[in-house]
């Protein structure tokens, strides 16, 4: 925002607040003359910037600071996927192993019993798609059947509830089969042509359209190209897109009971590639627990193990701000109100089409 950020202040606590000032800009100066002129100030809520850091340090030395805890969660996510960016090979890595595993290693289906048959690069997305949910079949059936509730299940692994009842009172979820039966009467004469060196899809289409076949291009097309994957098997397997290191980085900050079978399997072989992600991933789970359950006894404990890892410098980062960071682990103080009151100069800012100068603004902010 072009105007600056709402300051805040409590009545009474923590859980109640009103906008007192609409600073013009994000400048520590503007920031710090404010504070000058309000000593009676006990407590600035902030996030990590230098910039009200600062001026809180200069003009309100009196004033306790309290990081807020969202954004050290923020800054964590962030110190991580720092990290994975120095990483993206071996992400890669990754991913093209669990392709070539997809690749020579035959699954079988629990009901089929069959293999996967030839497919395209959509197909196999399908496949894909049809594995990963039944997967979760598999996992919200066994965890149904040991008594947990749809609504601890929808908890636990993050779907919504009507999802978790279909899984639990419906069968196994179905593979969208490739479409061939149109075909069935005139596959002795596409494999005859096949055989004659015949491979374009649009042309065998036009030759069966000429002895009576009545079905579209598409199913021709895909037959054909299923028929030449079936000769080259080299090329079944599509490979797997690496996932962005944000991703990855939302996956290590967060607790891995919620990982899915095949987030398991990915990350399991990136830690086998990369040693020190997997040190990443504890510590980030650690500091996780921490920040949530204000656990301010392990701070310098987490610290120190930090050192001697990549998040080192995130830590020392950490170490600089120390009182504020204990404080957030200390205090019930937080940046809530704060982030409300933002939200709301937004959208007060935009239905004047964001052509609101400070002082209008800071009218409409007050006089509500």
Known sequence: MAQGQPVRHHLGGPGTA????????????????????????AVV?????AVYADAARRSAPQAVAVADRWHLLANLGQAVQTILDRHKPTLRAAAQKISSDTATIPRV???????????????????TGWERRRATWKEVVRLGAEGVSARAISRRLGFAR??????????????HRPRHSSLAPHLAFLERRWGEGCHNGAQLWRELRAAGFDGSLR??????????LTARPERLASPIAAPSTRRVAMLLTADPSSWTAERCRYLERVFALAP????????????????RQRQADALSVWLDDADTSDLRSFADGLRSDFAAVHAALTTPWSNGQTEGQITRLKLVKRSMYGRANPDLLRIRLMAA
């Open 109 to 127: 289906t629990e009901t089929a019993g069959d293999t996967p048959p030839p497919m395209t690069s959509a197909e196999r997305r399908q496949w």
């Open 162 to 175: 009507e999802t978790v009842r279909k899984f639990l009172h419906g069968g196994e979820p179905e593979v």
């Open 45 to 49: 809520s902030r996030d990590r910037g």
């Open 276 to 291: 020190k992600l997997a040190t990443v991933q504890e510590l980030a789970r650690r500091f996780g627990a921490m920040i």
């Open 219 to 228: 199913v021709v097309t895909e037959w054909a190209t299923r028929r030449r």
């Open 18 to 41: 009103c906008s007192l000032d609409l600073l013009p800009d994000r400048d520590a100066d503007t920031a710090a003359r404010w504070l000058e002129k309000r000593p009676d100030i």
